[in-house]
């Protein structure tokens, strides 16, 4: 048996064609049975006495929708072929390809774990780690829900280290890759001894056999029956929420019994756990910024025409007077893009978006504009926060509490404008203020 | 309908032009449409002045430049393998196609390189177009053009053969991308030594 073969597909569902393996190597391990083999694609024929309809699944990220799927005349099988569009980034999956699951044993790490935090825990935040720590021991799932700015991942690090030691292997998986990114250099550093890696799209290789796994969602893809214990920071976020596949990729991607534990500030009702804890406290002690509502009547007429409404603009010149900066939310890429003036701005298509916020921290830039790509995962001490549009469909209460969750996460500056500018209130906005007025009262 | 290229929902156009104009269904939103850019670059063929394949090519056509839009879309086409995409184009190809009368002929892709790809990517232009075609060359080199100077590329004899009888009529050459020329040359030289009257060309890419 080929060790690194074993290391490489331990949990993992591979395309054949991307497994850096010479070919012999891989054919022997299936002939001997360690490696099983599954199509790329598996179609079902349903029929009954009128139809035939043929309902197809992709192995890999588990796609049924019949819109994702392309059938063309496939010079590779000489066959009339079908892939699935939804996961081609990773690679092409048709009906001819084939993917590799590890059948045998499955590696294990050897490294003896250390915890290098010396963090402190306010005592709400004890409190729930210790909670979410008894779940995880007990495999019981288990949902953190904790205010923007209340020090969650910290709270990760007590169970996270328990089932380690344990010889469990663990994921933490998000959404998104900013935050992915931000993650992986604090656990390298917490987690000195053990091996780490962190899968997001255009990620470099990663070799040998990783203890703990940080992955955006869309990795899970590539995951069978993998991990002891596995929790997933912002539930909520986009795409997860909206995207049945990422659920069942994280549910793929566990093993079979496998508690999977939620960490979030907005959670939705369709999360279910056995257990939960409240964290209603930003670790620095002071309120949430509660948000203000004010009328910007007509502004999706004066924007139109090119002109910035007063209201904004003398928000905006306030901000710029006094060297604070700011965030504008605006509901639509076609909005950012004709906003007059030239303030610098990105959406979720931008490829200098990191730069502009690392820029805007560095007080090179006044402001920003933004889509909600920016709702969460940015941290910017001192950051004032306007929404233009708040009464827009975009903006859910989760969207706004998440937004105005920007504003004051440093303990040096706890308070900062937050401002819905709407052109008449919506159900979320009231939603969002209420939430985050009533943590504050508990 | 769903955008091909961001998956977002879209307002296709409205149903009365298509039942006029026998238009093809669109596939791409009009965003996505808007990123490609048309080229405006007429191709001389000053370089091919005094070579073998000089006149070989009576007109080139491009129909888009070489940005990142494109260079987005050609990597998910043909390095992802995507071939849904080959209808991104379609409208526009066959309007463009119109305009030329002779018989289409796709340049082709080596047969090996065939398998790996899986599919024909400048074939499938022309089916999501419903452009009729004739296959009359096959590749007989397998070395990828792009590691080549322009002076090794022209050197190259044979990339191409014929493999039906060409006739005393005109044809319109098909490929993905127009760089330096060699391969459309190449091929339309072919055309030209075996009887083909006129030989036109037309690419999606202006590259
Ligand atoms: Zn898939
Ligand atoms: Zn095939
Ligand atoms: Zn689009």
């Given at each position: 048996m080929n060790e690194q073969l074993q290391q490489f597909l331990t949990g993992r569902i591979w395309l054949r064609e991307h497994t850096p393996f010479p070919r012999e190597v891989i054919d022997a391990h299936i002939d001997s049975g360690h490696i099983h083999l599954k199509p790329g694609i598996t179609t079902y024929s349903k029929s009954n006495l009128f139809w035939?309809?043929?309902?197809?699944?992709?192995?890999?990220?588990?796609?049924?929708?019949?819109?994702?799927?392309?059938?063309?005349?496939?010079?590779?099988?000489?066959?009339?072929?079908?892939?699935?569009?939804?996961?081609?980034?990773?690679?092409?999956?048709?009906?001819?390809?084939?993917?590799?699951?590890?059948?045998?044993?499955?590696?294990?790490?050897?490294?003896?774990?250390?915890?290098?935090?010396?963090?402190?825990?306010?005592?709400?935040?004890?409190?729930?780690?210790?909670?979410?720590?008894?779940?995880?021991?007990?495999?019981?799932?288990?949902?953190?829900?904790?205010?923007?700015?209340?020090?969650?991942?910290e709270l990760l690090f007590p169970a996270i280290f328990a089932s380690l030691q344990a010889g469990k292997r663990v994921c933490v998986a998000a959404p998104r890759t900013d935050v992915i990114l931000e993650l992986f250099p604090r656990f390298q550093k917490v987690f000195p001894n053990t091996a780490i890696h962190a899968l997001y799209g255009s990620a470099p290789d990663q070799h040998g056999f990783a203890e703990l796994v940080l992955a955006t969602t869309h990795q899970l893809y590539r995951f069978e029956q993998a991990f002891d214990v596995v929790f997933v920071d912002e539930a909520d976020a986009f795409p997860y929420h909206a995207d049945e596949t990422l659920q069942k990729a994280v549910t793929k991607a566990a093993k079979q019994n496998a508690a999977i534990h939620y960490v979030t500030a907005t959670p939705t009702e369709s999360l279910k756990t056995t257990n939960r804890s409240i964290l209603t406290r930003r670790y620095h002690g002071h309120d949430l910024p509660v948000p203000r509502f004010d009328s910007l009547w007509g502004y999706a007429r004066q924007l139109n025409k090119g002109k910035i409404p007063h209201k904004l603009q003398k928000w905006i010149n306030e901000k710029i007077d006094s060297k604070t900066p700011f965030l504008i939310f605006l509901p639509t890429i076609e909005v950012l893009e004709n906003f007059p003036g030239d303030l610098p701005r990105v959406h979720a298509e931008h490829p200098d978006r990191k730069e502009l916020v690392l820029q805007l921290r560095e007080k090179k830039i006044p402001g920003l504009l933004t889509t909600t790509i920016l709702e969460r995962g940015v941290?910017?001490?001192?950051?004032?926060?306007?929404?233009?549009?708040?009464?827009?469909?975009?903006?859910?209460?989760?969207?706004?509490?998440?937004?105005?969750?920007?504003?004051?996460?440093?303990?040096?500056?706890?308070?900062?404008?937050?401002?819905?500018?709407?052109?008449?209130?919506?159900?979320?906005?009231?939603?969002?203020?209420?939430a985050i007025e009533g943590w504050n009262r508990s | 309908m769903t955008c091909l290229i961001c998956g977002n929902p879209y307002q296709s156009m409205a149903t009365w032009t298509k039942i006029f104009l026998y238009e093809l269904d669109s596939s791409t939103c009009i965003r996505c449409l808007e990123k490609f850019e048309i080229s405006q670059s007429t191709i001389d063929f000053t370089d091919f002045l005094g070579t073998p394949y000089e006149g070989a090519v009576d007109s080139v056509y491009c129909l888009y430049t070489y940005n990142e839009a494109m260079r987005e879309y050609l990597h998910q086409y043909k390095f992802l393998q995507d071939v849904a995409l080959a209808k991104v184009f379609a409208r526009?190809?066959?309007?463009?196609?119109?305009?030329?009368?002779?018989?289409?002929?796709?340049?082709?892709?080596?047969?090996?390189?065939?398998?790996?790809?899986?599919?024909?990517?400048?074939?499938?232009?022309?089916?999501?177009?419903?452009?009729?075609?004739?296959?009359?060359?096959?590749?007989?080199?397998?070395?990828?053009?792009?590691?080549?100077?322009?002076?090794?590329?022209?050197?190259?004899?044979?990339?191409?053969?014929?493999?039906?009888?060409?006739?005393?009529?005109?044809?319109?050459?098909?490929?993905?991308?127009?760089?330096?020329?060699?391969?459309?040359?190449?091929?339309?030289?072919?055309?030209?030594?075996?009887?083909?009257?006129?030989?036109?060309?037309?690419?999606?890419?202006?590259?």
């Open positions: 035939q309809s043929n309902k197809r699944v992709c192995n890999r990220c588990h796609n049924m929708k019949p819109s994702l799927f392309q059938t063309f005349n496939c010079a590779r099988c000489n066959k009339v072929c079908t892939y699935c569009r939804h996961c081609i980034r990773m690679g092409r999956v048709s009906s001819c390809s084939q993917l590799l699951l590890w059948d045998k044993q499955h590696a294990r790490g050897a490294n003896v774990h250390v915890f290098a935090w010396s963090g402190q825990f306010t005592a709400p935040q004890q409190k729930a780690s210790e909670e979410l720590l008894s779940s995880v021991e007990q495999n019981q799932s288990h949902l953190v829900h904790a205010v923007c700015g209340a020090g969650k991942t941290t910017i001490e001192n950051v004032h926060v306007a929404i233009v549009g708040a009464e827009q469909p975009i903006f859910t209460s989760s969207a706004l509490i998440q937004i105005s969750g920007r504003v004051g996460r440093s303990a040096q500056y706890p308070n900062g404008d937050i401002v819905f500018f709407h052109h008449g209130i919506s159900r979320e906005m009231d939603k969002a203020q209420d | 526009k190809l066959q309007q463009a196609f119109h305009t030329k009368e002779g018989i289409v002929v796709p340049i082709p892709m080596h047969p090996e390189k065939l398998v790996l790809r899986t599919f024909a990517q400048v074939d499938e232009l022309l089916n999501a177009a419903q452009i009729s075609y004739q296959q009359l060359l096959i590749k007989t080199k397998s070395e990828t053009q792009g590691k080549k100077s322009k002076k090794e590329r022209l050197k190259t004899t044979n990339l191409f053969e014929t493999i039906q009888t060409i006739e005393a009529t005109n044809y319109i050459l098909f490929d993905d991308i127009y760089t330096t020329g060699a391969t459309i040359h190449h091929a339309a030289k072919i055309l030209k030594d075996a009887g083909a009257k006129r030989v036109d060309a037309i690419t999606l890419i202006k590259g």
